[in-house]
């Protein structure tokens, strides 16, 4: 049976679940899941793998491509998969170039045919599924996109061993000075399983407190469309859309949020999706499970006091 | 016959189109609800050098020719048709005569300023009881030495409140009837000329107009703008078939871009199970309307490249604005229909198309006198 | 100082994109340089003129890429290099990413820009593999960027946060929303631009074979449809205490 390399990213210390998605998915195809982590506890993966490789490297955007190729040579992985996380489409990206192989990312479906991946991804905004090929040799490169494939459900774990990547440290050309987390200090809209988004229909900068509030009840991070962070009502880490962040979490619920085609292309991949903005004829609704034709500033006070939150 | 716009028309129209996606469109709505002239995007417009599309390089210009200023002006008018008025009566009328006729002393003053965006130029011809009959001409310059006397009110100036110098259409012999007029400049700050009441208007907000009153004013002979007095009917009727075709195209521009948000809502609502967009007299409407839309805009195209061509083109600039004027306010209704009822609410834009296209009949002769005007030519046989 | 931009032209993200039922992609024509590298001309402009150098803009591509070039000499771009060759058609982001590497090398970049992700078919591989086939390094995602005589200082995007790094030059930055705003070019320019003859280079001209291509576009197909919306109905209250359902159910549970 032939290995899948899985990247392995972590949120504060656990697995992100787009990875362990690709670790079910690699299983499903008929690969033997080999995970590749660092910087988090094995353990919390093992679960999920035939085999954990726990590298040795630091937390470095060029660390993490060679520690990359490292693994690939040593279990002579067909398929290689991670998540599309910037930092883990950054990273595959380069190790592909450097394996002669594309990337192709934003699987929503895999398959193998005449035993090559098959990837179907959206293009253009999310408008147009493509239907991708990857034809050569391997290793085959694909990034999956969140919540496009099962969780797994948690097994035997597999067997865990330290790896060390071997980088020689002199060619590491960039230093890492410094990180920061976001303004908001909020849970970020990439990481986030729930999403309560705000557009103009709250009408002033002030009301998103509402918002928050929600997000607090609900477990959830605040999004915000562009509009309200183009008027600097909220940070651009908060964007939704396609000059923002591209979402897919388990519930998107947007309050006074048009839906235009530049935001819906960032969000169209959510699980369950929940509109309510006044406008009956708003084009969200098009795009939504549920909607409700009300006036966010007044629905969001009459909500938190239904859920609890007084 | 080449009936393309080549590779450079082509970009030169993309650029334009961002430029207005960019700067314009995302004040539209508060242009027409706050009716107050945008003077920070004028401002802009004139740093990124368009006001001087039609100009001499010597002041600023770019000396472009009709075709490409009609594209300019084609794009400009997806955006605020108010906004749309204040550039185009700037570039196309305010600045014309001064840019022909100037002395050298004029057009370091005001011409290259008002190129750069810095000042605001406005043309005057209609009076209380004269728009199309030119001829009704009431305000009058009378000589006195080597200066000019100016009496007179002009009417439905558009940038009239706001403007720095404004050509004025005067009759030198009101006997003469359309031999005697002529073009005058008047600056703001001359003695006598004042800016009178504003005009509130149904649409093209955004765009200041209002009366313009000269009162005695006295202007130095280097004033007259014009070879020598009494041919200014010969001279307006130049810039008259751009003003057409200019006005045919801004229709061109407000239908399609009605009609686009129509259809945009016509695919998502939902009546009786499907999307309105599928039954057929909704369809019908779109059909018609691209079928004219084609029509005019070609006719339009035409006329700006008979005028680069020096060909005499005064009726079919005529034509052309009275069809493309005729199929945009028939499209803006047709817009409104397909909303519905929602068309009759100040929250869509289909309001605001159904507003503005109004300002077509008023501007270069009603359509009454056009369309007489062109019936008679055709029975005399010299269409 | 030499820069290098890349840049694409891409359909507008308002464009009717469809599915056509032989599998092939009908795009409505209205075209526009990707929003992520007119970011990173705009970078570029102002790094070129605080180091007195020269921007070259670089695409691959047919016809239509070449007014994404247009709009970089429009902008202020000193030079456009246009790569042109049937090997490009079949959209494999490689054989792209290894022309494009071509062209560069003729022109000795210290700093090479490119948007972080072309709007069409969102790879985002260009960037990195560029970066690779040039033996330099790249950093991503960047929203604030200093450049000086030999290296470079970026803040790059990562999930939940930002992280500065430095880096010898030359280097490949890849450029998203926040680095700077890009701007409107003046007419006189626009104009020039439209005028600018730009020749296509094919890949042999710069030496190279295609590489073998690693993927292939077998088809679209149109995204899944939602069911019809469900509209909240009733009273407000009625609609309020459905609302907190729906949110609960998929949350996962009671309170």
């Given at each position: 049976?032939?290995?899948?390399?899985?990247?392995?990213?972590?949120?504060?210390?656990?697995?992100?679940?787009?990875?362990?998605?690709?670790?079910?998915?690699?299983?499903?195809?008929?690969?033997?899941?080999?995970?590749?982590?660092?910087?988090?506890?094995?353990?919390?993966?093992?679960?999920?793998?035939?085999?954990?490789?726990?590298?040795?490297?630091?937390?470095?955007p060029e660390?993490?491509?060679?520690?990359?190729?490292?693994?690939?040579?040593?279990?002579?992985?067909?398929?290689?998969?991670?998540?599309?996380?910037?930092?883990?489409?950054d990273?595959?990206?380069?190790?592909?170039?450097?394996?002669?192989?594309?990337?192709?990312?934003?699987?929503?479906?895999?398959?193998?045919?005449?035993?090559?991946?098959?990837?179907?991804?959206?293009?253009?905004?999310?408008?147009?599924?493509?239907?991708?090929?990857?034809?050569?040799?391997?290793?085959?490169?694909?990034?999956?996109?969140?919540?496009?494939?099962?969780?797994?459900?948690?097994?035997?774990?597999?067997?865990?061993?330290?790896?060390?990547?071997?980088?020689?440290?002199?060619?590491?050309l960039l230093k890492v000075v410094e990180?920061?987390?976001?303004?908001?200090?909020?849970?970020?809209?990439?990481?986030?399983?729930?999403?309560?988004?705000?557009?103009?229909?709250?009408?002033?900068?002030?009301?998103?407190?509402?918002?928050?509030?929600?997000?607090?009840?609900?477990?959830?991070?605040?999004?915000?469309?562009?509009?309200?962070?183009?008027?600097?009502?909220?940070?651009v880490?908060?964007?939704?859309?396609?000059s923002?962040?591209?979402?897919?979490?388990?519930?998107?619920?947007?309050?006074?949020?048009?839906?235009?085609?530049?935001?819906?292309?960032?969000?169209?991949?959510?699980?369950?999706?929940?509109?309510?903005?006044?406008?009956?004829?708003?084009?969200?609704?098009?795009?939504?499970?549920?909607?409700?034709?009300?006036?966010?500033?007044?629905?969001?006070?009459?909500?938190?006091?239904?859920?609890?939150?007084? | 016959?080449?009936?393309?716009?080549?590779?450079?028309?082509?970009?030169?129209?993309?650029?334009?189109?961002?430029?207005?996606?960019r700067?314009?469109?995302?004040?539209?709505?508060?242009?027409?609800?706050?009716?107050?002239?945008?003077?920070?995007?004028?401002?802009?417009?004139?740093?990124?050098?368009?006001?001087?599309?039609?100009?001499?390089?010597?002041?600023?210009?770019?000396?472009?020719?009709?075709?490409?200023?009609?594209?300019?002006?084609?794009?400009?008018?997806?955006?605020?048709?108010?906004?749309?008025?204040?550039?185009?009566?700037?570039?196309?009328?305010?600045?014309?005569?001064?840019?022909?006729?100037?002395?050298?002393?004029?057009?370091?003053?005001?011409?290259?300023?008002?190129?750069?965006?810095?000042?605001?130029?406005?043309?005057?011809?209609?009076?209380?009881?004269?728009?199309?009959?030119?001829?009704?001409?009431?305000?009058?310059?009378?000589?006195?030495?080597?200066?000019?006397?100016?009496?007179?009110?002009?009417?439905?100036?558009?940038?009239?409140?706001?403007?720095?110098?404004?050509?004025?259409?005067?009759?030198?012999?009101?006997?003469?009837?359309?031999?005697?007029?002529?073009?005058?400049?008047?600056?703001?700050?001359?003695?006598?000329?004042?800016?009178?009441?504003?005009?509130?208007?149904?649409?093209?907000?955004?765009?200041?107009?209002?009366?313009?009153?000269?009162?005695?004013?006295?202007?130095?002979?280097?004033?007259?703008?014009?070879?020598?007095?009494?041919?200014?009917?010969?001279?307006?009727?130049?810039?008259?078939?751009?003003?057409?075709?200019?006005?045919?195209?801004?229709?061109?521009?407000?239908?399609?871009?009605?009609?686009?948000?129509?259809?945009?809502?016509?695919?998502?609502?939902?009546?009786?199970?499907?999307?309105?967009?599928?039954?057929?007299?909704?369809?019908?409407?779109?059909?018609?309307?691209?079928?004219?839309?084609?029509?005019?805009?070609?006719?339009?195209?035409?006329?700006?490249?008979?005028?680069?061509?020096?060909?005499?083109?005064?009726?079919?600039?005529?034509?052309?604005?009275?069809?493309?004027?005729?199929?945009?306010?028939?499209?803006?209704?047709?817009?409104?229909?397909?909303?519905?009822?929602?068309?009759?609410?100040?929250?869509?834009?289909?309001?605001?198309?159904?507003?503005?296209?109004?300002?077509?009949?008023?501007?270069?002769?009603?359509?009454?006198?056009?369309?007489?005007?062109?019936?008679?030519?055709?029975?005399?046989?010299?269409? | 100082m030499n820069i290098c931009v890349l840049v694409k032209?891409?359909?507008?993200?308002?464009?009717?994109?469809?599915?056509?039922?032989?599998?092939?992609?009908?795009?409505?024509?209205?075209?526009?340089t990707n929003f992520f590298d007119e970011i990173a001309i705009e970078q570029a402009l102002r790094i070129r003129d605080a180091h007195d150098g020269t921007l070259t803009a670089v695409a691959a591509?047919?016809?239509?890429?070449?007014?994404a070039l247009r709009r970089a000499l429009a902008m202020g771009a000193n030079a456009a290099l246009h790569?042109?060759?049937?090997?490009?058609?079949?959209?494999?982001?490689?054989?792209?990413?290894?022309?494009l590497a071509?062209a560069i090398e003729t022109l000795s970049p210290d700093l090479v820009l490119a948007g972080r992700v072309a709007?069409?078919?969102?790879?985002g591989?260009v960037g990195p593999a560029v970066a690779h086939a040039l033996a330099i390094p790249h950093v991503a995602n960047v929203v604030a960027l200093d450049v000086g005589d030999s290296a470079l200082k970026a803040d790059r995007l990562?999930?939940?946060?930002v992280e500065t790094v430095e880096g010898p030059l030359p280097a490949l930055v890849t450029a998203t929303k926040g680095l700077c705003e890009p701007r409107v070019p003046k007419?006189?320019a626009v104009?020039k631009a439209?005028?600018a003859?730009i020749?296509?280079?094919?890949?042999?001209?710069?030496?190279?074979?295609?590489?073998?291509?690693?993927?292939?576009?077998?088809?679209?197909?149109?995204?899944?449809?939602?069911?019809?919306?469900?509209?909240?109905?009733?009273?407000?209250?009625?609609?309020?205490?459905?609302?907190?359902?729906?949110?609960?159910?998929?949350?996962?549970?009671?309170?």
């Amino acid at each position: 049976m032939s290995a899948a390399l899985v990247l392995v990213e972590h949120a504060g210390g656990r697995p992100r679940r787009a990875c362990l998605e690709a670790l079910g998915k690699a299983r499903a195809l008929g690969f033997s899941p080999v995970a590749l982590v660092q910087g988090m506890d094995p353990a919390l993966v093992a679960p999920y793998a035939d085999r954990v490789l726990a590298s040795t490297h630091d937390d470095h955007p060029e660390a993490h491509v060679l520690a990359l190729r490292a693994a690939i040579d040593r279990t002579g992985a067909a398929l290689v998969l991670g998540p599309c996380t910037l930092t883990g489409r950054d990273a595959l990206a380069r190790a592909a170039a450097a394996a002669g192989r594309s990337l192709v990312p934003d699987a929503v479906r895999l398959d193998l045919e005449d035993g090559a991946p098959r990837v179907v991804r959206p293009v253009h905004g999310g408008k147009v599924l493509a239907r991708i090929a990857l034809t050569g040799d391997a290793p085959w490169f694909v990034a999956v996109r969140g919540n496009a494939f099962p969780a797994p459900d948690p097994a035997d774990p597999g067997a865990v061993e330290e790896f060390d990547p071997g980088i020689d440290p002199s060619t590491l050309l960039l230093k890492v000075v410094e990180r920061r987390q976001a303004a908001t200090g909020r849970i970020p809209v990439t990481e986030a399983d729930i999403i309560v988004t705000g557009g103009r229909g709250l009408g002033e900068s002030a009301n998103f407190s509402l918002l928050e509030r929600l997000a607090d009840r609900l477990g959830a991070a605040v999004g915000a469309s562009r509009a309200v962070v183009d008027a600097g009502w909220r940070d651009v880490s908060e964007q939704v859309g396609k000059s923002g962040n591209t979402v897919a979490p388990r519930l998107y619920v947007a309050f006074g949020v048009a839906g235009a085609v530049h935001h819906v292309m960032g969000m169209d991949g959510a699980g369950t999706v929940v509109v309510v903005n006044k406008d009956e004829n708003a084009l969200f609704f098009q795009h939504a499970d549920h909607g409700l034709a009300a006036d966010a500033i007044e629905v969001l006070p009459a909500l938190l006091e239904e859920l609890g939150d007084g | 016959m080449q009936f393309r716009f080549d590779e450079e028309q082509e970009f030169f129209r993309s650029q334009v189109r961002d430029t207005v996606d960019r700067l314009i469109r995302p004040r539209v709505r508060e242009i027409d609800e706050k009716d107050e002239f945008p003077r920070d995007l004028w401002e802009e417009l004139g740093s990124l050098g368009y006001f001087g599309l039609r100009h001499e390089e010597r002041w600023g210009g770019m000396e472009a020719d009709t075709v490409t200023s009609m594209i300019f002006f084609e794009e400009l008018a997806r955006g605020s048709a108010g906004f749309f008025m204040s550039v185009t009566v700037q570039m196309l009328m305010g600045t014309y005569f001064i840019g022909r006729f100037g002395s050298d002393a004029i057009k370091e003053r005001v011409l290259q300023p008002a190129i750069e965006g810095r000042k605001i130029t406005c043309i005057c011809f209609t009076e209380d009881q004269s728009g199309s009959d030119l001829a009704g001409c009431r305000t009058t310059a009378t000589r006195d030495g080597d200066d000019w006397i100016l009496t007179g009110t002009k009417q439905w100036i558009t940038n009239g409140p706001i403007v720095d110098a404004a050509t004025v259409m005067a009759t030198t012999d009101p006997s003469a009837g359309l031999r005697g007029l002529s073009f005058f400049l008047v600056e703001e700050g001359m003695e006598g000329f004042a800016k009178g009441q504003r005009f509130h208007k149904l649409g093209t907000k955004g765009a200041p107009t209002g009366e313009l009153v000269l009162d005695h004013v006295r202007v130095p002979a280097d004033h007259h703008l014009g070879e020598e007095t009494g041919r200014g009917l010969e001279y307006s009727t130049d810039i008259l078939n751009q003003v057409r075709v200019m006005t045919g195209l801004a229709a061109c521009s407000i239908a399609d871009e009605a009609m686009k948000d129509a259809a945009g809502f016509a695919r998502g609502r939902v009546a009786f199970g499907k999307p309105i967009a599928k039954y057929q007299l909704i369809r019908e409407k779109f059909g018609r309307f691209w079928v004219k839309y084609e029509a005019a805009r070609t006719f339009l195209y035409r006329v700006a490249w008979m005028i680069d061509q020096g060909m005499e083109c005064r009726k079919e600039a005529m034509a052309a604005k009275w069809l493309a004027s005729e199929m945009c306010l028939e499209a803006v209704d047709e817009a409104t229909r397909i909303y519905a009822g929602n068309g009759f609410s100040m929250e869509y834009d289909a309001q605001r198309y159904f507003r503005d296209a109004r300002f077509l009949l008023s501007g270069g002769g009603t359509h009454e006198v056009l369309v007489n005007f062109l019936g008679g030519q055709y029975l005399r046989g010299v269409t | 100082m030499n820069i290098c931009v890349l840049v694409k032209q891409v359909p507008d993200h308002e464009a009717i994109v469809r599915a056509a039922p032989d599998g092939s992609v009908e795009v409505e024509d209205r075209w526009v340089t990707n929003f992520f590298d007119e970011i990173a001309i705009e970078q570029a402009l102002r790094i070129r003129d605080a180091h007195d150098g020269t921007l070259t803009a670089v695409a691959a591509g047919g016809a239509r890429q070449v007014d994404a070039l247009r709009r970089a000499l429009a902008m202020g771009a000193n030079a456009a290099l246009h790569v042109s060759d049937p090997a490009l058609d079949s959209g494999d982001a490689l054989v792209v990413a290894r022309a494009l590497a071509a062209a560069i090398e003729t022109l000795s970049p210290d700093l090479v820009l490119a948007g972080r992700v072309a709007l069409d078919d969102e790879m985002g591989y260009v960037g990195p593999a560029v970066a690779h086939a040039l033996a330099i390094p790249h950093v991503a995602n960047v929203v604030a960027l200093d450049v000086g005589d030999s290296a470079l200082k970026a803040d790059r995007l990562v999930e939940g946060g930002v992280e500065t790094v430095e880096g010898p030059l030359p280097a490949l930055v890849t450029a998203t929303k926040g680095l700077c705003e890009p701007r409107v070019p003046k007419v006189m320019a626009v104009m020039k631009a439209s005028r600018a003859k730009i020749d296509a280079r094919d890949l042999a001209s710069f030496g190279i074979e295609p590489p073998s291509p690693t993927m292939r576009i077998d088809g679209h197909e149109a995204p899944p449809s939602r069911p019809a919306v469900e509209m909240i109905q009733g009273t407000p209250d009625e609609q309020v205490r459905r609302l907190a359902r729906i949110l609960l159910d998929a949350v996962g549970g009671g309170s």
